[in-house]
C-alpha cells in the first residue's frame, strides 16, 4: 500500500477521502456535503476515481501541520502533496522512497528543483481551477463596481433610477446621442487604471494576467519581491504598500489571513486610497479592519467595495455592511461550481498515479 504525506489543507483533505478508505467517516461525510451542491452523486464519483487508480488506492494519507511534523513522517512516502511545507535536501534525504512530489499550485519556490531531478523525484505543479474561479469573480467585481452594474441593474426607466440617487433625462437627440441618458455619474473602464495587487500568490498572479490584458498597469505589495521571471509576463511591478494604495484604482486583497495582515486594511490605509477607488477582498474579511470599512462606506469617499469572504458566515441579516448601495456582497462563492474542485483532484490524483505505480 502506498503512503502519502500530505500538507494539512481544508481542500487537500478530499485527497485523503478519495484514497484512503480508513479516512474517518465523519470527515467522508462533511466533504460529500461540501461537494454535493454541484455533484449530488459524490460517493460514485470517488468510486469511479478509484478505478482509475488501482496502484494508488488504497493509500495510507497521513497530513501533517508543521514543517517538523512532515520530516518526521518522510520516512515511508512514497508521495507528498505540499502547499507551503518545503522539499529541500533535508526532506529528500528523510525520504528514501519518495517518488513524486505534487505541488498543491505552480510556485515551486519551495521545492528543490534541482535536488528533486537528481534524486529522480518527479515534481508535478496543478494550475487550480478553483484558484482561476476565485480571480475571475474578483475580476467580475472589479468591472461590476466599475460600471455600476449592482446599482443600475434594471434600472432602465426614470423613475428607478431616480430611487437610486440618479438624475436621468433624455439628451436633446437633434444633436447629441442617448448614452448614458440615465447621467449614470462614475463610470469606469479598466483599460488606463490601475490595479494594485495586495499579495501576487497563486490568486494574486492570475488576477494580475487578467487585469493586463485589459490594458490595466499592475502594481503588487507583498512581503517579499518576486523575481523579474515571474513578475514580467503579469507585466506587474513592485511597490510599496503605502505608494500601492495611493495609485490604485482598484485594490485587490489575495494576501492569506495571518497576524501580519490581520486588519492590514485599516483607517490609516483607507486615508490613503483615492477618492472613488474600488476595494475588492477576495481573502478573509479580517484583512480589512470592520470599523474603519464601516467609516469609509459612511463616508462615500471610495467608489465600491466588494467582499466575498465575511465577518460572519452565515452573515446575520441586520449585517450593516448591507445597508450601503456601495458595497457588493457575495456569499463566499467565488470559488464557483464544486466541478472545479473535482477537475484540480482529478489531476492530482492523476498525477501522484502517474508515478507511484
Not at 86 to 111: H, M, S, Y
Not at 149 to 173: C, K, T
Not at 285 to 312: F, K, M, N, Q
Request: proline share 5%; net charge negative; with cysteine.
Amino acid at each position: 500500500m502506498p503512503t502519502i504525506v500530505a500538507e494539512d489543507d481544508v481542500i487537500i483533505r478530499t485527497a485523503q477521502v478519495i484514497l484512503d478508505p480508513a479516512t474517518d467517516p465523519e470527515r467522508y461525510a462533511a466533504i460529500a456535503d461540501y461537494y454535493h451542491v454541484d455533484i449530488p452523486g459524490f460517493d460514485e464519483w470517488v468510486e469511479g476515481l478509484r478505478r482509475q487508480v488501482p496502484g494508488l488506492y488504497p493509500a495510507s494519507f497521513r497530513m501533517v501541520g508543521s514543517q517538523e511534523e512532515f520530516r518526521g513522517e518522510l520516512g515511508e512516502a512514497d508521495g507528498v502533496i505540499c502547499e507551503s511545507l518545503v522539499i529541500g535536501a533535508a526532506e529528500l534525504a528523510a525520504a528514501p522512497r519518495l517518488r513524486v512530489v505534487q505541488k498543491f499550485g505552480t510556485d515551486l519556490r519551495n521545492i528543490d528543483l534541482e535536488a528533486c531531478a537528481a534524486r529522480d523525484v518527479a515534481v508535478r505543479p496543478l494550475r487550480r481551477r478553483v484558484n482561476i474561479a476565485v480571480a475571475e469573480h474578483a475580476f467580475a467585481l472589479m468591472i461590476s463596481m466599475a460600471k455600476k452594474l449592482f446599482q443600475v441593474n434594471g434600472r432602465i426607466d426614470e423613475e428607478s433610477l431616480r430611487e437610486a440617487g440618479f438624475r436621468p433625462r433624455m439628451y436633446d437627440r437633434r444633436h447629441a446621442a442617448a448614452a448614458n441618458w440615465g447621467r449614470v455619474h462614475g463610470l469606469g473602464t479598466l483599460y488606463g487604471s490601475t490595479v494594485g495587487c495586495l499579495g501576487l500568490g497563486e490568486i494574486g498572479r492570475e488576477v494580475a494576467a487578467r487585469a493586463s490584458a485589459f490594458g490595466a498597469t499592475v502594481l503588487y505589495h507583498q512581503r517579499n519581491r518576486l523575481p523579474a521571471a515571474i513578475e514580467t509576463p503579469l507585466g506587474a511591478a513592485y511597490c510599496g504598500f503605502e505608494d500601492m494604495l495611493r495609485r490604485a484604482d482598484h485594490v485587490v486583497v489575495c494576501v492569506p489571513l495571518t497576524a501580519a495582515t490581520r486588519g492590514m486594511i485599516d483607517a490609516a490605509a483607507f486615508a490613503l486610497m483615492k477618492d472613488g477607488a474600488h476595494l475588492v477582498n477576495v481573502s478573509r474579511a479580517a484583512v480589512i479592519d470592520r470599523e474603519a470599512l464601516l467609516d469609509v462606506l459612511e463616508s462615500g469617499r471610495l467608489g465600491g467595495v466588494a467582499l466575498d469572504v465575511h465577518y460572519e458566515e452565515p452573515a446575520p441579516a441586520d449585517e450593516p455592511l448591507k445597508r450601503f448601495p456601495g458595497a457588493v456582497l457575495t456569499p463566499h462563492s467565488a470559488v464557483a461550481s464544486r466541478e472545479n474542485a473535482a477537475a484540480d483532484m482529478e489531476d492530482l490524483v492523476g498525477n501522484l498515479a502517474a508515478e507511484i505505480r
